[in-house]
């Protein structure tokens, strides 16, 4: 009796490698399409929300925005543009990113300055299912404060979390 009962564990031992291995198949076959999604990008205290799309089955291009206003401080205002390129579309899909974008900052009491960022990174991505994922990502990011003066350069490491929604 107790041999019947071990067997039967590692049929379903088994049966249940073989399902994992199959749903991992599928996304290597590349049968998924993606055209476009909704992330929302946590790095720090700022919050980006990007809207990938996809123009292949291993690059996107996401534009995006963020808004950080403090009451009777500042508010900044950012738009950006995140490439990715994906090195494999498995259940885990590393890539490497760039970043290219402008940040305004209103303080209220006047003296706006615009700020150009660019940043590299890398990350990965975990898909639950094919339409949506959790990743996270190391950058490297540049930033020239004030580009009408052009004279405060800084250069910062972040990493960052997000969820991600495709459709």
Do not use: C
């Not at 900052?105 to 975990?126: A, C, H, K, Q």
């Not at 950058?139 to 991600?164: C, E, F, K, Q, Y």
Request: charged letters at 10%; zero cysteines; hydrophobic letters at 45%.
């Amino acid at each position: 009796m107790r041999s019947l009962e071990r067997r039967g564990k590692y049929v379903l031992l088994t049966l249940a490698l073989v399902i994992f291995a199959s749903l991992n198949s599928v996304y290597a076959q590349g049968e998924i399409t993606r055209k476009f999604g909704l992330t929302g990008f946590f790095q720090g205290g700022q919050t980006t929300i990007l809207v990938p799309l996809w123009l292949g089955d291993r690059l996107t291009v996401a534009p995006g925005f963020s808004l950080l206003w403090v009451e009777g401080g500042t508010t900044n205002i950012g738009w950006q543009v995140t490439p990715r390129l994906y090195f494999s579309m498995n259940r885990i899909a590393p890539y490497i990113s760039g970043t290219v974008g402008v940040i305004l900052n209103m303080p209220n009491g006047g003296g706006d300055t615009t700020s150009l960022i660019l940043g590299v990174g890398f990350g990965g991505e975990y898909f639950i299912n094919p339409k949506f994922s959790m990743g996270v990502e190391a950058r490297l990011n540049g930033a020239v404060a004030d580009i009408s003066g052009a004279n405060n350069l800084s250069i910062t490491t972040a990493t960052a979390v997000h969820a991600n929604v495709y459709f």
